[in-house]
């Protein structure tokens, strides 16, 4: 039982880490692909 308990909020956490890591990989490329077009015009 203890062991679901650890594996749902392990799983929880997982969700949490790479919905923030795919955040800060959009705003990256993002930032990026506003320099292209600076530098470009």
Same mark, same amino acid.
Request: net charge positive; aromatic share 10%.
């Given at each position: 039982m203890?062991?679901?308990f650890? /594996?749902?909020r392990?799983?929880?956490? =997982?969700m949490?880490? !790479?919905?923030?890591c795919?955040? /800060? ?5 993002? =930032?990026?692909q506003? !320099? ?6």
């Amino acid at each position: 039982m203890r062991l679901m308990f650890e /594996l749902e909020r392990y799983k929880k956490l =997982r969700m949490i880490i !790479n919905i923030n890591c795919y955040c /800060l990989f959009a705003r990256h490329n993002a =930032r990026r692909q506003l !320099n292209l077009q600076s530098l470009g015009s």
